[in-house]
């Protein structure tokens, strides 16, 4: 059974910074794309980040750009995501997924397994 467990949201003041974490189970992690959503309340859910499983290339949404860094740990298990110079738009849900050999996909379609998400939550 395949689990992707988020954590590492929190409330912070503009201008701080948070480190989420995603830890997989039940999955050869090697050779799954990992990436980062998020979903703020009346949104639709956004891409914010994806590394690839075999190259490690990363791509990010033009929203964060320059602020997020997106890593991961095979040998753990685990994604991470360093956020700094948050701002209040970045106030969401973020949620990890994983696609199966994907090619650094952007679109939420083309992940199977999801995380249940952890709240963001950054004030002005």
């Known amino acids: 059974q395949v689990q992707l467990v988020e954590s590492g949201g929190s409330l912070v003041q503009a201008g701080g910074s948070l480190r989420l974490s995603c830890i997989a189970s039940?999955?050869?992690?090697?050779?799954?794309?990992m990436a980062w959503f998020r979903q703020a309340p009346g949104k639709e859910r956004e891409f914010v980040s994806v590394?690839?499983?075999?190259?490690?290339?990363?791509d990010y949404a033009d929203s964060v750009t320059g602020r997020f860094t997106i890593s991961r740990d095979n040998a753990k298990k685990t994604m991470y995501l360093q956020m700094n110079s948050l701002k209040p738009e970045d106030t969401a849900v973020y949620y990890c997924?994983?696609?199966?050999?994907?090619?650094?996909?952007?679109?939420?379609?083309?992940?199977?397994?999801w995380g249940q998400g952890t709240q963001v939550t950054v004030s002005s």
């Open positions: 590394i690839a499983w075999n190259s490690g290339r990363t």
């Open positions: 039940g999955l050869v992690y090697r050779y799954y794309s």
């Open positions: 997924a994983a696609n199966f050999q994907g090619t650094g996909d952007t679109s939420d379609t083309r992940y199977r397994y």
